[in-house]
């Protein structure tokens, strides 16, 4: 959910969307292994959640046929300006980046895909484990009958949940570059609370944006984020069809280690392809 006061849902929108992007300015530095992935693979790549195009983009770029979907309209605006500007694009050859406004969950395409993608935590918005199974199983679902899945997912410790009291945290402030020469300061505030009876944190993230010609300006997004466990992530990936291959702790493909609080799975289809029989 996403509030300003005064102002419109969509315009709203359409700034987080933009904060989401000033967010990740950090690279988290997981595109370099999709890029990677993509091009062991080759084929067809589906990513679930694309938001603003930051995986999609690049490996549009690289050659790939691309299908990103994501619910959020202002999100995929910011995927399509990205495709817009990018000088892959424009210099033509084989590249294709589809974007459709769609609910992951009940994605229901023709095609079926060599990789297909669900990063950085994605998983854990979705709206509860109902929901979770139902974005995995799309996934199974679209898949080729050689093609892998991989899922990005973080798993909090107890150091981190412990944060999770309520408390206001500062995350960061950054300069925003808005267009036509102006730039405005952001900051970033975020509160979460846990709870491990249902095993969910709500979040609610406030950014605040001003410059030296503007007073203070404040949007909202709440979220759910549902939480998993390796164990409860491998019962989901079992009864959606889909079988671990291989788990790493990092995005430069270190194994998993007990404790991590990172889990990056590559899976493949296992009792079904889209209902045809998957080979052995």
């Given at each position: 959910?996403t509030?300003?006061?005064g102002q419109?849902?969509a315009?709203a929108?359409?700034e987080?969307a933009?904060?989401?992007?000033?967010?990740?300015?950090?690279?988290?530095?997981?595109?370099?292994?999709?890029?990677a992935?993509?091009?062991q693979r080759?084929?067809?790549?589906?990513?679930?959640?694309a938001?603003?195009?930051?995986?999609?983009?690049?490996?549009a770029?690289?050659?790939?046929?691309?299908?990103?979907?994501?619910?959020?309209?202002?999100?995929?605006d910011?995927?399509r300006?990205?495709?817009?500007?990018?000088?892959?694009?424009r210099a033509g050859?084989?590249?294709a980046?589809?974007?459709?406004e769609?609910?992951?969950?009940l994605?229901?395409?023709?095609?079926?895909?060599?990789?297909?993608?669900?990063?950085l935590?994605?998983?854990?918005?979705?709206?509860?484990?109902?929901?979770?199974l139902a974005?995995?199983?799309?996934?199974a679902?679209?898949l080729?009958?050689?093609?892998?899945?991989?899922i990005?997912?973080?798993?909090?410790?107890?150091?981190?949940?412990?944060?999770?009291?309520?408390?206001?945290?500062?995350?960061?402030?950054?300069r925003?570059?808005v267009g036509?020469g102006?730039?405005?300061?952001?900051a970033?505030?975020?509160?979460?609370?846990h709870?491990?009876?249902?095993?969910?944190?709500?979040?609610?993230?406030f950014?605040?944006?001003?410059?030296?010609?503007?007073r203070?300006?404040?949007?909202?997004?709440?979220?759910?984020?549902?939480l998993?466990?390796q164990?409860?992530?491998?019962?989901?990936?079992?009864?959606?069809?889909l079988?671990?291959?291989?788990s790493?702790?990092?995005?430069?493909?270190a194994?998993?280690?007990s404790?991590?609080?990172?889990?990056?799975?590559?899976?493949?289809?296992?009792?079904?392809y889209g209902?045809?029989?998957s080979?052995?």
């Amino acid at each position: 959910m996403t509030k300003r006061a005064g102002q419109s849902t969509a315009a709203a929108g359409a700034e987080i969307a933009r904060y989401y992007d000033l967010d990740l300015a950090d690279d988290p530095g997981d595109v370099e292994m999709y890029l990677a992935l993509a091009a062991q693979r080759g084929g067809a790549i589906l990513e679930l959640c694309a938001g603003s195009g930051r995986i999609a983009v690049p490996l549009a770029a690289a050659g790939h046929a691309v299908t990103a979907v994501d619910r959020d309209p202002n999100m995929l605006d910011r995927a399509r300006l990205a495709w817009k500007r990018h000088p892959a694009r424009r210099a033509g050859g084989r590249r294709a980046l589809t974007l459709l406004e769609n609910d992951v969950t009940l994605l229901d395409l023709p095609e079926r895909f060599e990789l297909a993608v669900l990063a950085l935590n994605s998983l854990l918005l979705l709206d509860g484990r109902d929901a979770q199974l139902a974005a995995l199983r799309s996934m199974a679902r679209h898949l080729a009958p050689t093609g892998r899945a991989i899922i990005d997912v973080w798993l909090p410790g107890k150091a981190d949940l412990e944060l999770y009291d309520g408390r206001l945290m500062l995350d960061w402030v950054r300069r925003d570059n808005v267009g036509a020469g102006r730039a405005e300061w952001v900051a970033k505030l975020t509160s979460a609370r846990h709870d491990p009876q249902n095993a969910t944190a709500e979040i609610t993230t406030f950014f605040d944006a001003w410059s030296d010609t503007k007073r203070v300006r404040r949007v909202m997004r709440q979220d759910t984020a549902h939480l998993l466990t390796q164990k409860g992530l491998r019962r989901l990936l079992d009864e959606a069809g889909l079988i671990v291959e291989s788990s790493m702790g990092d995005y430069s493909s270190a194994p998993f280690k007990s404790g991590g609080d990172r889990l990056v799975v590559i899976c493949r289809g296992g009792r079904s392809y889209g209902g045809r029989p998957s080979p052995d």
